[in-house]
C-alpha cells in the first residue's frame, strides 16, 4: 500500500516570494493534516480536513497562508509571501478519522527561505 | 504552552539494554497517548499507543507505561538495537481532538 506523498521533497526560496507544497494521502483516508515542524520541535498542527471541509484551522496563520482539498483527496499548502521564519519541514498527514486513532505522515517538505 | 513535554532531547544507551523515554503532559483531559519514531528525511511513524483506561500496552520490545496521577508516560524498549536509534516523539490527544507533540528525545543505540 502506497504511504501519504508529498512534493517537493526540498524547497530554497528567497523571502517574500510565494510556495506551495503538495500531498497525496493513502487512499480512502478521508482525514486529511498539514503539520509545520520546526527545528528541535515537534510537529504542530496548522490544519485539519474532513473530507474536503477544514474542520479546524485555528493554527493557519491566514494572512499569508492558504491550505485547499479540492474533491477530497489531494491538498495543497500555500505560503504567500514567505518569510524567513517560515523555514521549516511540512509535514502531510492522514488518518480514517481521529476516533480511529492513528496518523500516517508522508516524507514532509522542508522549506528554506533566505 | 507546551502541553506534552519531553525534557531529555537525547539518550544513548548500549546495544542489549533497556532504553527508557519519557513524556509528561499538563493537560489531565488528555485520554490518548501515542509514541512515534523519526528517521532522518523520514515522516514521524506510528509505535505504539494507549489508552487511559490503562497502565500499560506491549508490543513485542516496545512498551508504554501510563502513571495517570503523575501525567507522565514511558517507553521501554527492551533489548534495544542500533535499529532502535531515532527521534521518538510523545503526542497527546484529548477525546477526538488534535494531537499534541513533545519535542522529542533522540535515541542512540551503540553497538
Known amino acids: 500500500e502506497a504511504g501519504v506523498v508529498q512534493s517537493p521533497r526540498y524547497k530554497i526560496i528567497e523571502k517574500k516570494q510565494p510556495v506551495a507544497f503538495w500531498c497525496n494521502p493513502i487512499s480512502g483516508h478521508n482525514t486529511l493534516y498539514w503539520y509545520r515542524q520546526n527545528l528541535g520541535q515537534g510537529p504542530e498542527l496548522l490544519i485539519r480536513?474532513?473530507?474536503?471541509?477544514?474542520?479546524?484551522d485555528s493554527q493557519l496563520p491566514k494572512d499569508r497562508f492558504s491550505a485547499e482539498r479540492l474533491k477530497g483527496v489531494d491538498s495543497t499548502l500555500k505560503i504567500q509571501p514567505a518569510e524567513l521564519g517560515d523555514s521549516a519541514v511540512y509535514l502531510c498527514a492522514s488518518g480514517l478519522g481521529l476516533a480511529v486513532g492513528t496518523q500516517y505522515f508522508g516524507p514532509g517538505t522542508r522549506l528554506t527561505v533566505l | 504552552d507546551q502541553q506534552v513535554k519531553q525534557n531529555s532531547p537525547s539518550l544513548s544507551v548500549q546495544e542489549g539494554r533497556i532504553s527508557i523515554l519519557n513524556c509528561d503532559y499538563t493537560?489531565?483531559?488528555?485520554?490518548?497517548f501515542l509514541w512515534y519514531k523519526k528517521y532522518p528525511a523520514e515522516g514521524p511513524t506510528f509505535l505504539i499507543s494507549?489508552?487511559?483506561?490503562?497502565d500499560k500496552n506491549e508490543d513485542g520490545r516496545f512498551t508504554v507505561f501510563l502513571n495517570k496521577s503523575a501525567k507522565h508516560l514511558s517507553l521501554h524498549i527492551v533489548p534495544s538495537q542500533p535499529g532502535d536509534s531515532a527521534v521518538y516523539f510523545c503526542a497527546a490527544r484529548e477525546g477526538a481532538n488534535n494531537l499534541f507533540f513533545g519535542t522529542g528525545t533522540r535515541l542512540t543505540v551503540i553497538p
Open positions: 494507549i489508552s487511559s483506561i490503562k
Open positions: 480536513y474532513e473530507n474536503e471541509e477544514a474542520v479546524d
Open positions: 493537560n489531565s483531559m488528555f485520554d490518548y
